[in-house]
């Protein structure tokens, strides 16, 4: 086994051994699986009513939600939105990370939309496990977005910057489950109109959101692919303005 604080193999023999009878919320770790019987988590509520339903009530802590789409439809804008909402509601800043867009970019996108700028921290992910072990550090956020799985291409193979993504995306769910920070995974599209990288994401994430947009239309209809916390194989529609999607 490898050791989660410092990476070694092999040397986890003592730590295995103290682990047995933790618990999470009360429950051994080691216990029946009926001793969940009755535990409950809080879904982290957006306050966006359509998001908040595509969700079946909003995140749930822990989990990792894929949006994908092609460009210009509103993954960005919605996962702006829904970070500033949640961390309004925990207390708790949000933390954006981002290697398309610079620092700049994502505060006049947060400005335009009229969310407040204090509430974000930002940082480029290109080494998570550094910004992970920080972030633990100086205080859990709220919610986490990655925008985007595509920031993880290596031009030089294309292999390489498939296995970069994956890495990088179990590095992330790993991380979120732990902590029980929800994540949110910003997504492009392939040529087929599905998850760019393969279907490897799309069987990792505990939620996906499809997003179109309507020719000629400010109507984004956002299909919930999947949700293994909900309903799915359902769509809701929001429409694109100045200060956002409503």
Known sequence: AQCPQCR???TCAACEAGAKGSTVNGVPLDGPLNAWDGVQFDRVRT????????????????????FFGEKNCGKTTLALQAAFWVAVRLRRHALYLSNEQAAVEINAAAKRLELGTGYFRFANPADLQTIYGSAARVGLPSIVVIDSLQAFDDCQSQKRGENRRKQAFIDGRNWGQKTGVPMIWVS??????????GP??????????KFRQRQG???????????????AQFSINMTMTAKGLV
């Open 200 to 209: 490897f994401f799309g069987h990792e994430a505990n939620a996906i959101l």
């Open 217 to 231: 239309s400010d109507v984004r209809e956002i299909y919930v692919d999947k949700n293994r916390s909900g309903k």
């Open 8 to 10: 070694a193999w092999n």
């Open 47 to 66: 306050g966006i009513p359509q998001l908040d339903e595509a969700l079946s009530g909003g995140f749930v802590p822990g989990t990792s939600t894929i």
């Open 188 to 197: 492009q599209v392939n040529a087929d109109a599905k998850i760019k990288g």
